[in-house]
């Protein structure tokens, strides 16, 4: 169990890059402890890639993204295969072109990398969430790809080959939340996350939660194209998986971010 969340907005968007990313991650906060991380992108197309070991608490007063970037991802990680202590295996993981976050565990990473012949990023990594990026990048975002993980996902990415899209997908048993307004569109793992981004930044925000199979390819702070897809059926987990992993770090996250979000308004 991990939590993503991040943003697109249009260049005409008044939002706070730095304030609306530390309420996003303070609100997925209580969902990880093992390594947290985030990217941002600007004009440019380049990614910008910060991650560290430990809770949302290591990083929040420490993230700066500048008022040109039109996306960012943000992660905290509760680790299920490949270790944290291998920077590569944390998120935002980026293979190739591609960067991205991902919620859930993939079952079949090992055998589809070795289908397409595909090299890890990094030697070392072991982590299952890099077949996703992988066959991504592999497949340009063809939906076919998505169809071959077997397992619990839900992830968002960039690529660098592609500086104006945002892409989030929803496969099977993690949840997945969008929120909109005229400019911006946010993202998370869960509602209550979006609902802090909602006090935050004193906006009125649109919520409604992703279904599964789906892939939606976002501009700008806009939904410019949806698809769907058949995930693979076959992953089942055994037992319940408490969405909550780190109840202190989302006590000490959301305490610090309120005296940030104080002198922000001040």
Known sequence: MCGIAGYSVSPDSPVERTLAAQALLAGIAERGADAVGYAWRGQDGAVDVTKLRGGASALLEEIVIPPSAQQALIHVRDYTK???AIAANN????????VGVHNGVIEN?????????????EPQMTVDSEAIFA?????????????QLRGA???AWMD???PATLYLARGRLRPLWVARTRHELYFASTRRALRIVEAALQTRLRLHQVREGRLLCVDAGEIVR???FRPDRRYREEGYL???RAPREAVSCLERFATLASAAAA
Do not use: C, F, K, S
């Open 82 to 84: 490949g270790h944290p």
């Open 91 to 98: 998120h935002p993981i980026r293979h190739g072109a591609v």
């Open 109 to 121: 990473d090992d055998a589809l990398l070795a289908r397409y012949g595909i090299d890890r990023e």
């Open 135 to 147: 066959l991504v990048e592999h497949h340009r975002h063809d939906t076919r790809a998505l169809t």
């Open 153 to 155: 996902m839900a992830a």
């Open 160 to 162: 660098e080959r592609d």
């Open 226 to 228: 949806q698809r769907r």
């Open 242 to 244: 408490p969405p909550v």
